[in-house]
């Protein structure tokens, strides 16, 4: 049997997806390209914007014309949040919500008992299935320890459709990363839909600090990175525990949404702006060469040109490396949606493309601080022309070329110049020998 499967959304999707998939190939389903003949498909949805819902039912068409004899299989954030929206849809064969990769399998296979399975995750504690993944091409396994979230920021469906936060135990959690470092991964991404949610819904609970001090102590991975903490979790027993710890890489994304404090209290966020360059300052403090990324929505129901002046203001003003720019997008359901206020379309992108050239500028900048130095790099696929890319442990992106395979190795690259997006540089070492020694074995 031959599956396909489309993944759309965020990096817990594609998540979700490789766990999917790797439960389908050893039940011995053949994986193959969304375009081409399948018996199944399967849309890994997403719900965040309306768009992503159109999105979601025309990938069900677009299957349904590719194999009108395929069965075509909902899951992800849309088929939990609004299974009776998918199910009408004639294309549509099974809607299975998250948390059921039993379910889920059952419906691939055509065992299904029902042809709509959706548990209410805010009442029912749906399990996490833990193995961590690595992304097709890359080197680091994502392991995530944390589902759903009980915040309720006012722009985001996330608490409906995944359901209220819940936790992997942290004995589970050291586990997995023993089998990982088994399977020769040597980073690994501890990710979650609001991992600052960590460990509260656990009997007894247990504190995100704990569980990171236990990851230091204990883990034989040697490159830990953090997906994202809201500011407000991020205590200063967690700086001090990263920064204390070789195996923690100096680079934190926090999410600041907004750089302007009625903006934020509309969004529900929990923190101001103030608050926000605190922690960014105390981060740096201990670790100067870190980098922190954030992410911004632009447009925001209400968001004045006098506030979005003010947050390009703010984020210029902060030492940060990165940003991820989201132009807001309408998601019915939200209470943002009934704000008034609506920013135009074409003002949207008019801010967005601000923010975004805020955000090269600051890239750059903190990619040239580098120049010179050298850098520990986990190098991920080599290429055919010789050239190889990876991460640095402070998150720049560094293309070398190597004339053996050095993939998953970790070598000291000397930094020469930035390119784009990207830092170009020479292998000077290899895990401890030296690169022309490297070079002749
Ligand atoms: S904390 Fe994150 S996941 Fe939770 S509601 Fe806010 S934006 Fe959504």
């Known amino acids: 049997m031959r599956f396909a499967i489309a993944t759309l959304g965020c990096k817990v999707n594609q998540y979700d997806s490789a766990m999917i998939e790797s439960r389908l190939a050893a039940r011995g389903l053949i994986r193959c390209e969304f375009d081409q003949p399948a018996d199944v498909y399967i849309v890994n949805t997403c719900t965040v914007t309306d768009r992503a819902d159109s999105e979601s039912l025309r990938l069900a068409r677009r299957a349904r014309r590719l194999n009108p004899k395929a069965r075509v299989v909902m899951t992800g954030c849309f088929a939990q949040a609004n299974p009776a929206a998918l199910s009408r849809a004639h294309e549509v064969d099974a809607v299975v919500g998250l948390a059921r990769p039993d379910d889920l399998e059952r419906a691939v296979i055509g065992d299904a008992p029902e042809r709509v399975m959706v548990s209410n995750l805010r009442k029912v504690r749906g399990e996490i299935e833990l193995k961590g993944v690595a992304m097709e091409g890359q080197t680091r396994a994502f392991l995530k320890l944390q589902e759903g979230c009980d ?69 034989p991975i040697g490159r830990i990175r953090i997906s ?40 529900r966020r929990r923190y101001d702006t103030a ?20 992410d911004l929505i632009v447009g925001f129901p209400g968001e004045s040109a006098e506030e979005f002046a003010a947050s390009i203001k703010f984020v210029e003003s902060l030492p940060l490396a990165y940003l991820h720019v989201f132009p807001y997008a309408v998601r019915a359901g939200t209470t943002a949606a009934k704000i008034p206020g609506k920013v135009s379309p074409a003002e949207i992108k008019r801010r967005a493309a601000a923010m975004r050239r805020v955000g090269e500028r ?46 998953n190795q970790e070598v000291e690259v000397e930094a020469s110049f930035v390119e784009g997006a990207q830092m170009v540089g020479q292998i000077v070492s290899v895990q401890g020998r030296d690169a022309a020694r490297a070079e002749a074995n």
């Open 275 to 294: 608050f926000y360059r605190d922690r960014v300052e105390r981060v740096l403090e201990a670790m100067p060469d870190a980098a922190i990324g954030t």
């Open 151 to 219: 915040q309720f920021c006012s722009f985001c469906i996330v608490p409906v459709s995944r359901g209220a936060s819940r936790s992997v135990e942290p004995r589970r959690v050291i586990d997995a990363l023993d089998q990982l470092h088994e399977r020769g991964f040597k980073e690994v991404i501890l990710s979650g839909v609001h991992l600052g949610g960590y460990g509260r819904d656990l009997d007894p609970p247990v504190e995100l600090a704990h569980l990171l001090e236990m990851v230091a102590e204990r883990s």
């Open 362 to 407: 600051k890239r750059t900048l903190f990619m040239e601080r580098f120049i010179g130095q050298t850098l520990k790099v986990l190098l991920e696929e080599q290429r055919q022309d010789g050239g190889i890319g990876g991460y640095s442990r402070n998150y720049v992106r560094v293309l070398t070329r190597s004339p053996s395979d050095l993939s």
């Open 228 to 267: 994202s903490l809201d500011p407000e979790e991020l205590s200063d027993g967690i700086i001090a525990i990263i920064t204390s710890s070789e195996k923690f890489c100096p680079h934190l994304h926090l999410p600041l949404q907004a750089g302007e404090d009625r903006v934020l209290g509309a969004m």
